[in-house]
Nanobody, 120 residues
């Protein structure tokens, strides 16, 4: 069984930096796309950044120039977050699409979420 495990959330002051990591457990053969979403209190979940196969990356306008998504290995993704502000406070979720593992394929998987809190 494949799961996505996130780490790296926490409390940081405005202007600070955090790095989130996401790793797909299990015997992974390949993952097409990996992305980070976030959901702030009282708001809908929104896409923050996505790293597609072929090296294409896209960012939400609100994080462009501050956040960087990278695919470090076939089964991991990192979100480097700089110049954080209180509006970035949210639960951040990792999502993977097109996951090929030993004898099983998943269309998509979500992680459990990690809380990022930015204080002013």
């Amino acid at each position: 069984q494949v799961e996505l495990v996130e780490s790296g959330g926490g409390l940081v002051q405005a202007g600070g930096t955090l790095t989130l990591s996401c790793e797909a457990s299990g015997s992974i053969l390949g993952i097409r796309d990996m992305a980070w979403y976030r959901q702030a209190p009282g708001k809908e979940r929104e896409l923050v950044a996505i790293a597609r196969s072929g090296g294409i990356v896209n960012y939400a306008d609100s994080v462009k120039g501050r956040f960087t998504i990278s695919r470090d290995t076939v089964q991991t993704a990192t979100l480097q977050m700089n110049l954080l502000n209180p509006e970035d406070t949210a639960v951040y979720y990792c999502k993977a699409e097109g996951i090929a593992a030993m004898s099983v394929f998943y269309n998509e998987l979500w992680g459990q979420g990690t809380l990022v809190t930015v204080s002013s």
